[in-house]
Protein backbone atom coordinates (compact mmCIF):
# COMPACT_ATOMS: atom_id res chain seq x y z
CA UNK A 1 0.00 0.00 0.00
CA UNK A 2 1.60 3.55 -0.81
CA UNK A 3 2.06 5.78 1.40
CA UNK A 4 1.99 8.89 -0.67
CA UNK A 5 -0.37 11.66 0.26
CA UNK A 6 -4.25 11.35 -1.75
CA UNK A 7 -5.10 14.73 -3.44
CA UNK A 8 -8.58 15.78 -2.68
CA UNK A 9 -10.63 16.93 -5.77
CA UNK A 10 -11.65 20.64 -5.05
CA UNK A 11 -14.86 21.71 -3.69
CA UNK A 12 -17.64 22.48 -6.41
CA UNK A 13 -20.27 24.74 -5.13
CA UNK A 14 -23.90 23.31 -5.79
CA UNK A 15 -25.88 25.45 -7.62
CA UNK A 16 -29.53 25.37 -9.26
CA UNK A 17 -29.42 26.68 -12.80
CA UNK A 18 -32.26 29.01 -13.36
CA UNK A 19 -34.21 31.14 -16.07
CA UNK A 20 -34.44 35.10 -14.93
CA UNK A 21 -38.23 35.65 -14.54
CA UNK A 22 -38.27 39.14 -16.87
CA UNK A 23 -42.40 39.30 -17.47
CA UNK A 24 -43.21 42.14 -15.44
CA UNK A 25 -47.43 40.59 -15.05
CA UNK A 26 -45.23 37.16 -13.93
CA UNK A 27 -42.64 39.14 -11.71
CA UNK A 28 -45.62 41.35 -10.26
CA UNK A 29 -47.76 38.03 -9.29
CA UNK A 30 -44.79 36.55 -7.48
CA UNK A 31 -43.69 39.36 -5.65
CA UNK A 32 -47.70 39.38 -4.18
CA UNK A 33 -47.32 35.67 -3.78
CA UNK A 34 -44.32 36.45 -1.80
CA UNK A 35 -46.03 38.82 0.18
CA UNK A 36 -48.57 37.09 1.00
CA UNK A 37 -46.77 33.61 2.39
CA UNK A 38 -44.48 35.84 4.70
CA UNK A 39 -48.01 37.42 6.08
CA UNK A 40 -49.07 34.48 7.28
CA UNK A 41 -45.55 34.37 9.57
CA UNK A 42 -45.78 36.49 12.84
CA UNK A 43 -41.90 36.75 12.40
CA UNK A 44 -42.71 39.11 9.63
CA UNK A 45 -45.51 41.42 10.95
CA UNK A 46 -43.29 44.61 10.35
CA UNK A 47 -43.31 43.82 6.51
CA UNK A 48 -47.10 43.52 6.01
CA UNK A 49 -46.78 46.92 4.60
CA UNK A 50 -43.20 47.04 3.15
CA UNK A 51 -43.78 45.63 -0.49
CA UNK A 52 -43.99 48.02 -2.93
CA UNK A 53 -46.14 47.97 -5.23
CA UNK A 54 -48.55 46.28 -3.54
CA UNK A 55 -50.60 43.60 -4.88
CA UNK A 56 -53.63 45.87 -5.91
CA UNK A 57 -51.47 48.76 -7.40
CA UNK A 58 -51.24 49.55 -10.74
CA UNK A 59 -48.06 48.17 -12.46
CA UNK A 60 -46.23 51.65 -13.97
CA UNK A 61 -42.89 52.19 -15.27
CA UNK A 62 -40.96 54.47 -12.77
CA UNK A 63 -37.77 55.75 -14.62
CA UNK A 64 -37.36 53.45 -17.27
CA UNK A 65 -38.21 50.32 -15.40
CA UNK A 66 -40.56 48.55 -13.18
CA UNK A 67 -39.41 47.96 -9.75
CA UNK A 68 -40.12 46.25 -7.31
CA UNK A 69 -38.46 46.35 -3.16
CA UNK A 70 -38.81 45.30 0.18
CA UNK A 71 -36.24 45.41 3.17
CA UNK A 72 -37.16 42.04 5.37
CA UNK A 73 -35.61 41.94 9.02
CA UNK A 74 -38.10 39.25 10.77
CA UNK A 75 -38.06 39.07 14.01
CA UNK A 76 -35.26 37.15 15.87
CA UNK A 77 -32.85 38.40 13.32
CA UNK A 78 -30.41 41.23 14.31
CA UNK A 79 -29.95 42.84 10.69
CA UNK A 80 -32.76 43.20 7.74
CA UNK A 81 -31.82 42.27 4.12
CA UNK A 82 -32.94 44.18 1.06
CA UNK A 83 -34.45 42.72 -1.88
CA UNK A 84 -34.71 45.11 -4.92
CA UNK A 85 -36.46 43.75 -8.22
CA UNK A 86 -35.58 46.05 -11.63
CA UNK A 87 -36.67 45.40 -15.22
CA UNK A 88 -35.76 47.33 -18.00
CA UNK A 89 -38.52 48.60 -19.87
CA UNK A 90 -37.14 48.86 -23.29
CA UNK A 91 -40.65 47.92 -24.87
CA UNK A 92 -44.02 46.32 -24.35
CA UNK A 93 -42.67 42.81 -24.73
CA UNK A 94 -38.78 43.45 -23.45
CA UNK A 95 -38.60 44.00 -20.19
CA UNK A 96 -34.91 42.58 -19.22
CA UNK A 97 -33.14 41.58 -15.67
CA UNK A 98 -31.35 45.03 -14.43
CA UNK A 99 -28.29 43.14 -13.10
CA UNK A 100 -27.05 46.06 -11.15
CA UNK A 101 -30.24 45.55 -8.76
CA UNK A 102 -29.61 42.28 -6.15
CA UNK A 103 -33.59 41.19 -6.21
CA UNK A 104 -34.48 38.68 -9.32
CA UNK A 105 -37.48 35.93 -9.51
CA UNK A 106 -35.72 32.59 -11.56
CA UNK A 107 -37.43 29.49 -13.10
CA UNK A 108 -36.00 25.88 -13.04
CA UNK A 109 -36.58 24.37 -16.73
CA UNK A 110 -36.47 21.36 -15.49
CA UNK A 111 -39.36 21.18 -13.10
CA UNK A 112 -41.05 24.55 -13.25
CA UNK A 113 -40.63 25.94 -9.37
CA UNK A 114 -39.84 29.05 -9.23
CA UNK A 115 -37.40 31.46 -6.77
CA UNK A 116 -37.02 34.36 -5.01
CA UNK A 117 -33.23 35.67 -5.52
CA UNK A 118 -30.83 38.20 -3.59
CA UNK A 119 -27.21 38.68 -5.17
CA UNK A 120 -23.97 37.47 -3.20
CA UNK A 121 -23.34 41.41 -3.55
CA UNK A 122 -23.59 43.83 -1.06
CA UNK A 123 -21.39 46.81 -0.66
CA UNK A 124 -22.33 47.70 3.11
CA UNK A 125 -22.33 44.31 4.15
CA UNK A 126 -19.85 42.02 1.95
CA UNK A 127 -17.40 44.61 0.21
CA UNK A 128 -16.84 45.76 -2.95
CA UNK A 129 -17.28 42.67 -5.08
CA UNK A 130 -19.68 40.13 -5.82
CA UNK A 131 -18.75 36.85 -4.05
CA UNK A 132 -17.47 34.06 -5.98
CA UNK A 133 -17.48 30.37 -6.27
CA UNK A 134 -14.87 29.84 -4.18
CA UNK A 135 -15.46 32.38 -1.23
CA UNK A 136 -19.35 30.75 -0.89
CA UNK A 137 -17.85 27.32 -0.81
CA UNK A 138 -15.05 29.01 2.00
CA UNK A 139 -18.00 30.35 4.10
CA UNK A 140 -20.39 27.52 3.96
CA UNK A 141 -23.05 29.53 2.22
CA UNK A 142 -26.55 28.39 2.07
CA UNK A 143 -28.21 27.73 -1.67
CA UNK A 144 -26.98 29.11 -4.58
CA UNK A 145 -28.30 29.86 -7.93
CA UNK A 146 -27.32 31.07 -11.04
CA UNK A 147 -28.95 33.01 -13.81
CA UNK A 148 -28.91 32.13 -17.49
CA UNK A 149 -30.55 32.61 -20.82
CA UNK A 150 -30.79 30.80 -24.07
CA UNK A 151 -27.32 31.12 -25.82
CA UNK A 152 -28.86 33.74 -28.52
CA UNK A 153 -29.44 36.11 -25.37
CA UNK A 154 -26.84 38.22 -23.06
CA UNK A 155 -26.34 36.72 -19.89
CA UNK A 156 -28.89 37.30 -17.03
CA UNK A 157 -26.54 37.42 -14.13
CA UNK A 158 -23.09 38.56 -15.64
CA UNK A 159 -21.55 36.06 -13.71
CA UNK A 160 -23.22 36.86 -10.62
CA UNK A 161 -24.08 34.43 -8.16
CA UNK A 162 -27.79 34.36 -6.25
CA UNK A 163 -28.76 33.45 -2.66
CA UNK A 164 -31.72 31.34 -2.93
CA UNK A 165 -34.01 33.08 -0.67
CA UNK A 166 -37.15 30.66 -0.98
CA UNK A 167 -39.24 28.66 -3.59
CA UNK A 168 -42.35 30.19 -3.99
CA UNK A 169 -44.16 27.16 -5.45
CA UNK A 170 -43.69 25.40 -1.50
CA UNK A 171 -46.65 26.05 0.99
CA UNK A 172 -46.67 29.69 2.91
CA UNK A 173 -45.43 28.56 6.03
CA UNK A 174 -42.04 26.40 3.91
CA UNK A 175 -41.80 29.80 1.94
CA UNK A 176 -41.49 32.43 5.46
CA UNK A 177 -39.06 29.42 6.89
CA UNK A 178 -37.05 29.30 4.00
CA UNK A 179 -36.69 33.37 4.13
CA UNK A 180 -35.55 33.63 7.15
CA UNK A 181 -33.13 31.20 7.22
CA UNK A 182 -31.59 32.79 3.74
CA UNK A 183 -32.11 35.99 4.85
CA UNK A 184 -29.76 34.45 8.78
CA UNK A 185 -27.15 32.76 6.24
CA UNK A 186 -26.58 36.00 3.84
CA UNK A 187 -25.86 37.74 7.36
CA UNK A 188 -23.50 34.59 8.52
CA UNK A 189 -21.82 34.68 5.23
CA UNK A 190 -21.10 38.10 5.05
CA UNK A 191 -19.54 38.42 8.89
CA UNK A 192 -17.26 36.05 7.05
CA UNK A 193 -16.38 37.74 4.14
CA UNK A 194 -15.71 41.02 5.99
CA UNK A 195 -13.73 39.13 8.67
CA UNK A 196 -11.91 38.27 5.47
CA UNK A 197 -11.38 42.04 4.19
CA UNK A 198 -10.06 43.48 7.55
Do not use: C
Not at 20 to 49: C, H, M, S
Not at 61 to 84: H, M, Q, S, Y
Not at 115 to 124: I, M, S, V
Amino acid sequence: MSDSPTTEAPAVLDMLRLQPIENRNDVQALFAQWARALATDERYKGARNAFKPDAAAALEPVKGAFEWRVTLRPAGITAGLDFNLRLIDKSASYTPLDRTNPGAFGRDPTDGATYALRQWYDTKRIGSRPLKDEALIKYEAPPTAELFHAASHANAGRGRLYLIVARLTDPAAEIAQQTFDAIGGFHKVAAAAREDAW
